[in-house]
């Protein structure tokens, strides 16, 4: 898992579980999730993706998407 992950899994422990999926041993579940570029970071609630991040991202580019979508701060 990168860096950035590990620091907000860190900061949201028992909030916001982050799971780490290597589309070279996973290719089918990359193409279940429509994954075309890589990094990507998606985001789910209650089982259904409600936002997705294509790239590499700064740690506050994350927590901003996770208040944005979950309403929970670091």
Known sequence: MAPVLEQI???????????HVN????PDTAGNLGIMSIPA????????EVGRLVG????????AEIQKL?????
């Open 56 to 63: 590499a991202g700064r740690k506050d580019r994350f927590a």
């Open 41 to 48: 970071t998606l985001f789910f609630k209650d089982g259904k």
């Open 23 to 26: 589309v070279d041993s996973s």
């Open 70 to 74: 979950f309403g929970i701060a670091a």
């Open 9 to 19: 899994a860190a900061d949201y422990k028992g909030r916001v579980n982050v799971v």
